[in-house]
């Protein structure tokens, strides 16, 4: 029986890139026939191009084409999500609408699953792209590292392959702004790299705009952690200690000079110990609210608006709980 790929696209402003990319895994899937069959999901991100056009014209074409239309701009890691939703492969690739996933490397891509690994990531040696872009993957990274445990020397990127069963673990999750390396590492230890080249755009520019960027890493923080709260708390903490050992150095100070001025120094270990004791309060308080949050929070990832070639009743991930 043939292995069955699902590739899942998130297509944003893409109308002269994504065809391209979709003819290449169509030929590539072709050179081993005997043992891969594909479908190929793109998820329109409500893009403002034309690109549900060009989908929609595939589509017609080639029934294992299969398009999700989002309502809404919900971002990359919604859009996968919503093509995670209708996956029936027992692989699920992810790659971007642009070209620069060497999708001829897919198969070096594939081989870690068949040794037991659960999710693999293609590791590009020299990401191009801008300064600003690699000092946001770099924060990215470390945020990565600190708040969901991601291991240290792990490269994420959007050129990867999960098992099946990740893929299903990863759609339980319904509250609003995922963060996809968040919830495969919260399925699976067994994850990799596999080293290969990205290659350049083959259109267009980078939709990642600083605002997109930002709120990722914050979904990030907020989503899977209570980590920045708890450092408000710490920072609190050690505040209030300051202030309190300010404080008892100047008592003893003026124990031992009782000459000595102590308003300045003393007003100032007030004002450390109570303003660290409020952070300390709010930290706490936010700890609860964060978990609240987190816990029921259940305002949609994405809304589909339309589906091609896709069963109507097999759908919606109910995102309304
Ligand atoms: N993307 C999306 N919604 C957005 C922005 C981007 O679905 O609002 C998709 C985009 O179509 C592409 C992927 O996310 O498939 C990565 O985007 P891009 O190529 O701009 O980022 P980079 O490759 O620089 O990380
Ligand atoms: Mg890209």
């Given at each position: 029986?043939?292995?069955?790929?699902?590739?899942?696209?998130p297509?944003?402003?893409?109308?002269?890139?994504?065809?391209?990319?979709?003819?290449?895994?169509?030929?590539?899937?072709a050179?081993?026939a005997?043992?891969?069959?594909?479908?190929?999901?793109?998820?329109n991100?409500?893009?403002?191009?034309n690109?549900?056009?060009?989908?929609?014209?595939?589509?017609?074409?080639?029934?294992?084409?299969?398009?999700?239309?989002l309502?809404?701009?919900?971002?990359?890691?919604?859009?996968?999500m919503?093509?995670?939703?209708?996956?029936?492969?027992?692989?699920v690739v992810?790659?971007?609408?642009d070209?620069?996933?060497?999708?001829?490397?897919?198969w070096?891509?594939?081989?870690?699953?068949?040794?037991?690994?659960?999710?693999?990531?293609?590791?590009?040696?020299?990401?191009?792209?801008?300064?600003?872009?690699n000092?946001?993957?770099?924060?990215?990274?470390?945020?990565?590292?600190?708040?969901?445990?991601?291991?240290?020397?792990l490269?994420?990127?959007?050129?990867?392959?999960?098992?099946?069963?990740?893929?299903?673990e990863m759609?339980?999750?319904?509250?609003?702004?995922?963060?996809?390396?968040?919830?495969?590492?919260?399925?699976?230890?067994?994850?990799?790299?596999?080293?290969?080249a990205?290659r350049?755009?083959?259109?267009?520019?980078?939709?990642?705009?600083?605002?997109?960027?930002?709120?990722?890493?914050i979904?990030?923080?907020?989503?899977?952690?209570?980590?920045?709260?708890?450092?408000?708390?710490?920072?609190?903490?050690?505040?209030?200690?300051?202030?309190?050992?300010?404080?008892?150095?100047t008592?003893?100070?003026?124990?031992?000079?009782?000459d000595?001025?102590?308003?300045?120094?003393s007003?100032?270990?007030?004002?450390?110990f109570?303003?660290?004791?409020i952070?300390?309060?709010?930290?706490?308080?936010?700890?609860?609210?964060g978990?609240?949050y987190?816990?029921?929070?259940?305002?949609?990832q994405y809304?589909?608006?339309?589906?091609?070639?896709?069963?109507?009743?097999?759908?919606?991930i109910?995102?309304?709980?």
């Amino acid at each position: 029986m043939k292995t069955l790929l699902s590739f899942v696209i998130p297509c944003y402003r893409s109308e002269l890139t994504v065809e391209k990319v979709i003819d290449e895994i169509i030929e590539t899937v072709a050179h081993c026939a005997d043992k891969y069959d594909y479908e190929i999901i793109c998820v329109n991100d409500c893009s403002p191009d034309n690109v549900i056009s060009v989908l929609k014209k595939s589509a017609s074409g080639n029934k294992k084409i299969k398009v999700i239309d989002l309502a809404k701009n919900s971002g990359k890691h919604a859009a996968l999500m919503a093509g995670y939703a209708e996956v029936s492969g027992s692989f699920v690739v992810n790659l971007d609408d642009d070209g620069q996933c060497p999708i001829d490397k897919l198969w070096d891509l594939l081989a870690p699953l068949y040794e037991g690994y659960d999710a693999v990531y293609a590791k590009y040696p020299h990401k191009k792209q801008s300064a600003f872009k690699n000092f946001g993957s770099k924060i990215n990274s470390m945020m990565a590292n600190y708040i969901i445990n991601k291991p240290k020397d792990l490269y994420i990127s959007n050129f990867s392959v999960y098992k099946r069963f990740v893929v299903d673990e990863m759609i339980l999750y319904r509250n609003p702004y995922p963060y996809n390396t968040g919830l495969v590492l919260r399925a699976t230890s067994k994850v990799t790299n596999v080293k290969m080249a990205e290659r350049e755009r083959s259109a267009g520019v980078g939709h990642y705009t600083f605002k997109k960027s930002l709120s990722l890493w914050i979904n990030g923080f907020t989503s899977f952690s209570v980590k920045p709260l708890r450092i408000a708390t710490f920072c609190g903490a050690l505040t209030a200690l300051i202030g309190f050992v300010s404080g008892v150095v100047t008592i003893i100070n003026k124990i031992l000079n009782p000459d000595m001025l102590a308003g300045y120094s003393s007003l100032m270990a007030v004002l450390l110990f109570v303003s660290g004791m409020i952070m300390l309060m709010l930290g706490m308080i936010g700890e609860y609210i964060g978990r609240i949050y987190i816990c029921i929070n259940n305002s949609p990832q994405y809304v589909v608006r339309d589906k091609i070639n896709l069963c109507e009743t097999s759908k919606e991930i109910k995102n309304d709980q």
